[in-house]
């Protein structure tokens, strides 16, 4: 029994969403955004967002896969 078609062949892990490259740094970014979250001990929405809005994060957004940023 051999392997399926297409098997293997999406890349996944770290710098990856289901297949899509992630621009470079914004793995980073995701990584420092949930760090700073559980520091400030923290369950509230309302505190995630807003440090996500201090952080940036409103101005990306995905357009048929790729990952677009808006700088305001």
Do not use: H, N
Not at 60 to 69: A, Q, R
């Amino acid at each position: 029994m051999g392997t399926p078609a297409g098997a293997g062949t999406r890349p996944t892990g770290a710098g990856t969403v289901e297949g899509v490259g992630i621009p470079p740094g914004l793995q980073t970014d995701y990584e420092t955004l949930l760090s700073r979250f559980q520091e400030m001990d923290s369950v509230r929405f309302e505190d995630f967002t807003e440090l996500w809005r201090s952080m940036k994060f409103a101005t990306i957004f995905w357009v048929s896969g790729v990952c677009c940023c808006v700088w305001l």
